[in-house]
């Protein structure tokens, strides 16, 4: 079918929607992705009509008794049965009961009922008559009284698919009439959808699951205890459905993609995945569970495109259809450069890299990744490793073993792609364990010792020799012989007869021999008693499994005078103490389980219902007539239940979620989570599935899942002083559990990723300039200061410009002693307590010109003074002059007492000895005064003047040359004449002279 969602893996045919399609037995609704004016066929059968292959069966029944006939045949589509008697079809009578699936039954037979049955089968392609068969009626013949109840007709085990009908049959007989009930085995009430079809037969016109159990049909005697039964199971079919479909989801690329999928159908259907219509095999970074979710960690580009479950049984199969997209952002780094491995020892591989070439230096870390290299369903296994690091040894590798590893780095904003992947492979290490032995004797003085080669992950590598060491069993000298890579045998000659020895072998890599293998101990023959004695089998060798030992052997050299074999086997413990008296098949010994008699025909036999990884001793010896020959023995353990063992076979429910989970902050971008086993399961946990997202988070597409087999995991890649929250799920084989409660953590912080935000300038006076700002975008942490640098030349370093502390809960501030009409260019950043961010774009601001009242600082002031002082010694040098010649003066126009009191004032201010004041004196003051009118107050014009002339002779006074009591005054003309007033320069002045005067921000602070 054309589209991605129709790659289920068969073939479907399309149709036109014009077709008539009522004789088609099967349609299915248009698949996604497909053309909606056509309709997808699973089948197209052609209508047919076997041949009758069970026939109805002539009967001779009493009157008033029971007959029952049976016909079966198959077609397509199914057939319908009619009865027929004499070729018609028959009477229409409550005593004549016609069930669906071809069964005639005929209660309290009348003498008329006699005749010629068949049955007639009929479907859309034709129609076929069953053989006749006879019903014959015995007239007049009473039944007898003490009969006893039977079911003449017991239900059969049947199985139907769904919507298919299905009948449950029972003919039970007695005199009088017994009555007949139904019941379900399991307790539960038969469904009110049933029909009780005739008397006693049960039919259900459309089956469906619920339907399914096992029904008991009882018969009971009227009036007595007596009764019968007859159960029979019904089993309905269903074809796969999709019960939960995977959703299309997008992740980022090196997170993980979980698709679920669950499907129902009787019997359980089977879940495998596709991708892109090409199977999926669980291995490494791609996980089938067991529940039939698919998980995928690290995703890359590459596994994009579209997934397809697929559910199958017996009956068909059903699929649903998910599309995987992977986001890569801009500006991300590239793969890490140069990635290379180097086996340190038998479990531990140097992994080393340099860091990408594109956008490196915004990379906070790295991830190691590795897996086997052969085989299927391995786990992949990943570090979080620190920005700063460039190597790092994996450590806990299996020996001799190839694995893969790759690298992706990460920064802010997401994850590379992976780097090339490298295989190494670990060096070999000493076996782990030893082959196992098999000793025999052919003569007195022999013993052949035989073994099978270790398997590959027991060698360790590749094996190179085998020494073995034999001894009598009171002797400390012990002997050594060693043997090629390729023997699996070997004769030690010239040893004593009739003596004990113990023999134990070990095998060698090129990094040494490994642990020796328990002691083993044989009997060689007695010299003198040859004659009947059948020597040991040879060549007995052991395949040990997990609970079953295959003991296999070649006949002794004196074959034909042995009549059979014994075998016996028992379990020993690991440290057992040497026995004086040995096996040797002529003492009474105990073992658990033997003799076993054999053929002598047979060379091999299976031990079963042994215990995993257990320590057993096998004997076989070969017998004859006269008595039992030499024992050939061996000693070894069985193999080790695996990690994944099989569930039991009752499971009371899921498995309780795992217990104090906790989590841990490890950096800015990883957090450790940890939690333990539950403390009570009645499954088998085979690992875990951690849930975490952002906390609040509202898009589930966001939510990340990972698998771990261990009770913890390291989770990076996040963002930095970001809350999470986390919750982790038990999972069985074949079950999950429900997820635990939430735990949240948050990441450490970290430097601030991005600068103030918003950055804005207003100038407020000449020489002030407010600045307003935002908190950063990413501020990874809590903000503890924010810094100002700013500076009239922005080509300077940032050491050369002036710089401002704000606390952290501050976004505006105010900076001060500016120079007026100047270009100043600001710039800000954020630090948190793990350091600084980076500085914002540079903004500049343009400070105000001068005004008036700008103009009016202390040099004015104090040349205005100086001034005033000039002015009044002048006149009162003219004074002077006035008393000394008499001349009397008239009074100006316009002046009054207030001029006086000005004049005054002025002397209170300089704290000088006070003059006497008189009517002349004032008028001879004011006759040096230049004439004005009274209406023209002084212009403004008068002041500036004043200042600028100030300004050109520089007279200026020390701070502390103007005492802080000290007021002064200038005459300000108004309507109503002079008044004095404050001096604005004065006020200025006083703000540069009070220490404690801060009304705003000082560079110095």
Not at 61 to 80: W, Y
Not at 855 to 861: A, F, N, P, Q, R
Request: charged fraction near 20%; include cysteine; proline fraction near 8%.
């Amino acid at each position: 079918a054309p589209g991605p969602a129709g790659r289920c893996g068969w073939l479907v045919w399309l149709v036109p929607e014009e077709m008539n399609l009522s004789l088609l037995p099967q349609t299915l609704h248009p698949l996604p992705g497909t053309s909606t004016d056509l309709k997808a066929l699973t089948l197209f059968f052609f209508p047919g009509l076997s041949r009758f292959f069970q026939q109805p069966e002539s009967q001779t029944v009493e009157e008033n008794g029971m007959a029952r006939f049976e016909c079966r045949i198959e077609g397509l589509p199914s057939p319908v049965i009619t009865w027929e008697k004499d070729q018609v079809a028959v009477p229409a009578e409550p005593r004549f009961i016609t069930l669906p699936n071809g069964i005639l039954q005929i209660v309290d037979v009348q003498e008329s009922d006699a005749g010629a049955y068949r049955c007639v089968a009929t479907n859309a392609a034709r129609k076929r008559y069953s053989d006749d068969a006879i019903l014959s009626v015995l007239k007049g013949s009473q039944p007898a009284v003490t009969r006893d109840v039977a079911i003449v007709a017991a239900p059969e085990n049947t199985t139907v698919v769904v919507g298919e009908s299905a009948v449950m049959e029972c003919m039970a007989s007695a005199d009088p009439t017994p009555f007949v009930s139904w019941i379900r085995q399991d307790g539960k009430p038969i469904s009110t959808d049933v029909i009780v079809l005739g008397r006693t037969n049960l039919l259900i016109p459309q089956a469906h699951p619920h339907h399914s159990g096992v029904y008991v049909c009882r018969a009971n005697k009227p009036q007595t205890r007596q009764f019968v039964t007859a159960a029979a199971e019904l089993s309905v079919l269903a074809l796969p459905s999709i019960s939960q479909s995977p959703e299309t989801i997008s992740r980022t690329r090196a997170s993980t993609a979980r698709f679920m999928c669950k499907a129902e159908g009787e019997p359980a259907p089977v879940i495998h995945w596709l991708k892109n219509g090409e199977p999926i095999l669980s291995n490494g970074r791609v996980k089938i569970q067991s529940s039939g979710s698919l998980v995928i960690n690290q995703i890359g580009l590459e596994d994009a495109g579209y997934y397809q479950c697929v559910a199958e049984n017996r009956l068909g199969m059903a699929c649903a259809t998910a599309k995987l997209s992977v986001i890569v952002r801009e500006g991300l780094p590239s793969a890490p450069k140069k990635v290379s491995a180097v086996s340190l020892s038998s479990t531990t591989v140097l992994v080393s890299w340099e860091r990408p070439e594109y956008n490196s230096e915004q990379i906070i870390g790295f991830s190691l990744h590795y897996q086997k290299a052969l085989g299927t369903d391995n786990v992949e296994y990943q570090f979080a490793v620190n920005n700063d690091t460039a190597e790092l040894q994996v450590k806990d590798l299996e020996p001799n073993t190839n694995y893969v590893f790759y690298m992706v780095a990460y920064s802010q904003l997401g994850a590379s792609r992976t780097s090339s992947s490298i295989i190494v492979r670990t060096l070999e290490d000493v076996p782990s364990s030893a082959p196992q032995l098999s000793l025999s004797s052919t003569t007195p003085a022999d013993i052949r010792v035989t073994w099978l080669p270790l398997p590959p992950e027991l060698s360790n590598g590749k094996i190179t020799k085998y020494k073995i060491d034999y001894c009598t069993l009171k002797e400390d000298q012990i002997s050594s012989t060693e043997v090629g890579a390729n023997e699996t045998q070997i004769t030690l000659e010239s040893l004593h007869p009739n003596k004990v020895y113990k023999v134990r072998i070990a095998a060698s890599t090129s990094a040494g021999y490994g642990a020796p293998s328990e002691w083993t101990q044989h009997r060689t023959p007695d010299k003198d008693n040859q004659t009947h004695v059948p020597f040991a089998p040879t060549e007995l060798k052991v395949r040990a499994k997990m609970e079953s030992l295959l003991v296999m052997w070649q006949p002794p050299a004196n074959h034909s005078q042995i009549s059979g074999y014994k075998l016996y086997y028992r379990e020993v413990g690991t440290e057992e103490t040497s026995d004086e008296n040995p096996s040797d098949g002529t003492e009474e010994e105990s073992w658990d389980m033997g003799p076993i008699k054999l053929k002598k025909k047979v060379k091999q036999y299976e031990l079963t219902r042994l215990a995993p990884g257990r320590l057993y001793e096998v004997k076989l010896v070969a017998f004859n007539k006269h008595e039992d020959g030499y024992a050939a023995v061996w000693k070894g353990k069985t193999e080790k239940a695996p990690v994944t063992a099989v569930d039991p076979p009752v499971q009371k429910g899921p498995p309780l979620p795992p217990a104090q989970v906790y989590a841990e902050s490890n950096s800015s971008t990883s957090i450790w989570l940890r939690w333990k086993k539950p403390d009570f399961t009645t499954v088998k946990i085979v690992n875990y599935t951690v849930r975490f997202s952002p906390w609040g988070l509202k898009n589930a597409s966001l939510v990340t899942y990972y698998t771990s087999s261990d009770e913890g995991i390291l989770i990076s890649g996040l963002k930095p002083y970001t809350k999470y929250e986390f919750a982790v799920q038990s999972n069985g084989v074949g079950i999950d559990g429900p997820f635990s409660s939430v735990v949240e953590r948050f990441t450490l912080p970290d430097r601030p990723s991005t600068p103030p935000s918003d950055l804005r300038l207003h100038p407020i006076n000449p020489y002030a300039v407010q600045v307003h700002w935002c908190p950063p975008v990413e501020p990874n942490g809590i903000i503890v200061e924010y810094v100002i640098l700013y500076n009239a030349n922005n080509t300077q370093p940032d050491n050369m410009w002036t710089l401002l502390r704000k606390q952290g809960n501050i976004f505006s501030a105010e900076v001060h002693g500016l120079e007026s009409d100047t270009r100043y260019y600001f710039k800000m950043g954020a630090k948190t307590i793990v350091g600084s961010g980076p500085y914002s774009n540079v903004k500049d601001v343009h400070t105000l010109r001068e005004k008036l009242s700008d103009v009016l600082d202390i040099h004015s002031v104090t040349g205005i003074i100086v001034g005033v002082c000039l002015g009044l010694l002048c006149i009162l040098f003219c004074m002077c002059a006035s008393f000394r010649s008499g001349k009397q003066r008239e009074a100006l126009p316009g002046v009054d007492s207030q001029a006086a009191r000005n004049h005054s004032s002025y002397h209170r201010g300089r704290q000088g000895p006070p003059r006497p004041s008189t009517k002349s004196d004032s008028h001879e003051l004011e006759s040096l005064m230049s004439p004005l009118s009274e209406e023209v107050p002084l212009p403004l014009m008068d002041i500036t003047e004043l200042t600028e002339v100030h300004s050109l002779i520089h007279t200026s006074l020390p701070d502390d040359a103007i005492p802080p009591n000290m007021l002064v005054f200038i005459s300000s003309h108004g309507k109503n004449g002079p008044v004095p007033t404050a001096s604005p320069c004065h006020h200025q002045c006083r703000r540069k002279l009070c220490p404690g005067d801060d009304l705003g921000v000082h560079p110095d602070q």
